[in-house]
């Protein structure tokens, strides 16, 4: 952390702006989403909320001086790592063909070509992404904007992250979003920590699994790798920790699953947990008569030991029948489908063994309260909605959703990315409230169905797509198919850029490019009626106020939702909306936030600035399942693991991308990777040491990794060095974005469209390059 703020040449204000980070009279972290507590602690930032400071409110600048000394050809050879190091950018700019360079361009003649540009272009045409950053008030223009303009295409980051959640628990449990308050982790027995990296992409969530350990908290770990901040933790807060680097030893229980095998490993628990109380039942032991008395294997030594502790310790029931009865649908089904999956498979499929998964359903049977904590590792993933699904059918069959000490925590990525969806980014018609949005500003919004992001991408290679409007974010860079995206992007007509730095987005372009710098949240945002305040929401769906802090990068920045009124206004001509009495008080942004949504917004303005921000109203929470059956729904995935053509062959290893603790998504601060003690690079790859012999491979060797699925085009990326790693077999782990060219846009989940970052099949064959 020291160094960054070292390198970002920003040691003097750092420290006092640090403080506020968090805080309710401060600034919103730009980092992660984690909840922001109302009794904050004495520190409420980490050390990766530290560098993503410093990296905001860097001195260093990418000015008129950079731009005129190099053309973007040179740029596209530079790393991401040092484009973004150039600093914030200061003036807004137009893409000179001639010269090949960015060019100083005022706003005003950039918003009016925009315009002009737009109105020519059919709506259909036209894709507008966000990445999870902005703010709600930039994030409502942008949606109304885009509307108002006639497209649904509204690709956004959550399309790459947690859209399999979006989808799932509506479907499980009627919430679009987790359950889990802050409070849950005060009055949890147990936490079950599926597939996200606390220690890295979350830091401030480890306090809450750090005061749950010292209550004598079980936490469940399921992950692909033995992650640093999972396995043990020492509080830089608690100075008695950092003096005698005593440190609290996080999962009491580790089980490494292979990438993609949640579904097998979380059947696995669940078949314990039915085929244990089947088992009660059979013997007379439970209270509840059931009509499927018999057990299935009753023969079966480790479940009648496990039904047998379960009644030992008096949870004569393994199952909360009453809750299942009163609150679920679909119980009967589930627990057949988990009776028939034979242990063999599930054995094969998750890696773990038959002891494990009953291990980990003992532990969740003696608990009163069990939380599930899940992250990236679950939703990019070809069958990324039927894990969430499993998920949540873990929950309900103890009633685990919806009580204190319970519920499903989503663990989101972008400080914002939650609240987006909230205030109608989205592409699908049916979450908006089109016919508000109709009645409030007098124009008929469109109804199609617009793109996601793997739609996006695929309009963007076919042509289809014209125009690229970007708020934040990094698109290139993000999604998949690095090679045919960057064919795809030089032929759009028009890319919009609206950014604090500059990215691979950026220096590759269409025909007519612009680069729109913004404020940052952590800098003061001063408008007509005075500096102004947005908001946020956080992974347990509270909204925050955020105010900046710090002077300006540059006196030439405009907001981000004063760029959205800018461009809105020239190419909307005359609409009903106050645009720029929007821009110059973001408090009636709100209120027509609040005018939009009554029920989730209500005295928004009031509410907004109160420590701890204000919680946004989810039924699931009180148990009212807003679905179709008016229950929670357990739901059965059809198959316990996706189909390659490559499955049962030894030479294919099944990718997942990670990222260091060096890097926020394609920003990337540095390349070391502390926590998995990689040093230097960041072209590496994971892998498991009898891998690496069985292969004919060493350590530190460079191979070239090539995707191993859809041979009509040849994926590859070369001179990854070779990093032993407690990886089960099978499997290997390396970097996103360095391995990005490797996805097919295909390969994607069908029901979430969110790219399967976290399963690809790849071959590895040596290199002929050497790695730097
Ligand atoms: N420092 C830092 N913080 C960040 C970010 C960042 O890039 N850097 N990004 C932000 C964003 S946008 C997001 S979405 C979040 C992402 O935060 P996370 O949800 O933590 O995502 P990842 O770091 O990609 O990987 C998640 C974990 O999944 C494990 N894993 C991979 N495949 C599987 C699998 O099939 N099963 C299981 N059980 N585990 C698996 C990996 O070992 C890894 O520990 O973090 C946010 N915070
Ligand atoms: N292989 C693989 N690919 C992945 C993932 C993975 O795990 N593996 N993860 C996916 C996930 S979870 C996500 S969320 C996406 C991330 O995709 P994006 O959100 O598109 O990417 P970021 O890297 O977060 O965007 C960084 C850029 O945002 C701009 N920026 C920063 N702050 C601001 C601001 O305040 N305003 C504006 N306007 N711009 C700003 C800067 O110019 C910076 O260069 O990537 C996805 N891609
Ligand atoms: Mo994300």
């Known amino acids: 952390m020291a160094e960054i703020i070292l390198q970002e040449r920003v040691a003097l204000k750092a420290p006092a702006i640090l403080s506020a980070q968090n805080r309710p009279e401060g600034y919103m972290c730009v980092s992660c989403a984690w909840a922001k507590p109302a009794k904050t602690h004495p520190l409420e930032f980490c050390e990766n909320g530290a560098k993503a400071t410093a990296w905001e409110i860097t001195s260093r600048r990418a000015d008129r001086a950079f731009f005129d000394g190099h053309t973007l050809g040179e740029l596209e050879a530079w790393p991401d790592h040092d484009l973004e190091e150039r600093g914030r950018l200061t003036q807004p700019m137009r893409w000179d063909a001639a010269t090949d360079k960015y060019v100083p361009v005022s706003w005003t003649k950039a918003f009016a070509e925009i315009g002009r540009e737009l109105r020519a272009l ?54 679009s979003v987790g359950t889990a308050v802050l409070s849950d982790f005060q009055n949890t027995d147990c936490i079950f920590y599926i597939a996200q990296n606390v220690g890295t992409s979350s830091p401030r969530l480890l306090h809450d699994l750090q005061d749950a350990v010292d209550r004598g908290v079980k936490i469940v770990t399921f992950n692909l790798l033995r992650e640093r901040g999972l396995e043990r933790f020492v509080n830089p807060q608690r100075p ?40 009660l039942k ?38 909360d029948h009453d809750f299942i009865k009163e609150h679920t649908a679909g119980f009967e089904e589930f627990a057949q489908a988990a009776r028939k999956h034979r242990w063999e498979e599930l054995e094969r499929l998750s890696g773990l063994s038959r002891e494990q998964m009953t291990q980990a359903a003992a532990t969740y049977a003696r608990s009163d309260a069990v939380m599930m904590v899940y992250g990236m590792g679950l939703t990019q993933q070809l069958k990324g909605v039927e894990n969430v699904h499993m998920v949540c059918n873990l929950a309900l069959l103890r009633g685990n959703i919806g009580k204190p000490g319970a519920n499903i925590c989503a663990v989101r990525g972008h400080s914002n990315v939650q609240g987006q969806r909230t205030v109608g980014i989205t592409e699908k018609p049916g979450l908006a409230p089109l016919d508000k949005l109709s009645e409030l500003y007098g124009f008929e919004p469109p109804r199609w169905t617009g793109r996601s992001t793997v739609e996006t991408c695929e309009a963007v290679v076919s042509g289809q797509s014209r125009a690229f409007i970007s708020l ?52 003061v945002d001063e408008q007509a009626t005075g500096p ?70 209500k005295d928004f303005n009031k509410r907004l600035f109160k420590p701890g921000g204000f919680s946004r109203p989810l039924p699931a929470r009180e148990r009212k399942w ?147």
């Open 240 to 279: 008695a920790q950092m003096l005698t680097s005593k440190e609290t030893r996080i999962s009491r229980e580790y089980y490494q699953v292979k990438n993609g095998g949640d579904i097998a490993a979380l059947f696995g628990v669940c078949k314990a947990l039915i085929e244990a109380d089947d088992t």
């Open 122 to 175: 059919d709506p259909r045409q036209v894709d507008f992404y966000t990445s999870g950053r902005a703010s709600l008030e930039a994030s409502y223009m942008y949606q109304l904007f885009a509307r108002m303009y006639g497209s649904n295409n509204m690709p956004d980051s959550s399309n790459m992250c947690h859209e399999s959640s979006s989808v799932a628990l509506p479907e499980s449990i009627g919430a």
């Open 282 to 319: 059979a013997s007379g032991q439970s209270r509840v008569a059931g009509k499927d008395g018999e057990p299935r294997d009753p023969e079966n030594a480790a479940m009648i030991a496990f039904a047998a502790s379960i009644a030992a310790a008096d949870k004569k029931h393994v199952l």
């Open 626 to 772: 807003v679905t179709k059956s008016g229950k929670a729904n357990f739901i059965s995935p059809e198959k316990l693991f996706p189909e390659f053509p490559t499955s049962g062959d030894a030479d294919v290893l099944h990718l997942a991308t990670l990222r260091s603790n060096d890097q926020f998504n394609t920003t990337i601060y540095g390349y070391s990777d502390r926590y998995r003690g990689v040093e230097g690079t960041r072209k590496i790859v994971f892998m498991n040491p009898d891998d690496i012999v069985r292969l004919g491979f060493t350590e530190g060797e460079n191979v070239d990794l090539t995707t191993a699925i859809d041979a009509t085009n040849v994926r590859r990326v070369t001179a990854m060095r070779i990093v032993p790693y407690d990886i089960p077999k099978g499997c290997c782990g390396a970097y996103y974005p360095e391995t990005n060219p490797l996805f097919p846009l295909a390969h994607h989940d069908p029901k979430s469209k969110t790219p399967s970052y976290k399963l690809l099949p790849v071959r590895l064959s040596r290199s002929s390059e050497v790695s730097p």
């Open 472 to 523: 934040g974010g990094n698109f290139l860079r993000a999604v998949p198919d690095t090679a045919a995206m960057e064919e795809g992007w030089g032929k759009l007509r028009l890319t919009v850029q609206i950014a604090t730095k500059l990215n691979r987005s950026h220096v590759l372009h269409g025909e007519i490019a612009y680069l729109l710098p913004c404020l940052g949240r952590i800098e």
């Open 532 to 601: 102004q305040a947005v908001s946020i929401e956080s992974s347990i769906a509270h909204f925050h106020a955020s105010r900046g802090k710090t002077k300006p990068a540059s006196t030439e920045l405009l907001s981000e939702p004063a760029i959205v009124a800018g461009m809105a206004k020239a190419t909307l001509g005359q609409s009903r909306v106050l645009w720029d009495a929007w821009v110059g008080n973001y408090g009636e942004i709100r209120d027509a936030i609040e005018r939009t949504y009554p029920e989730t917004f």
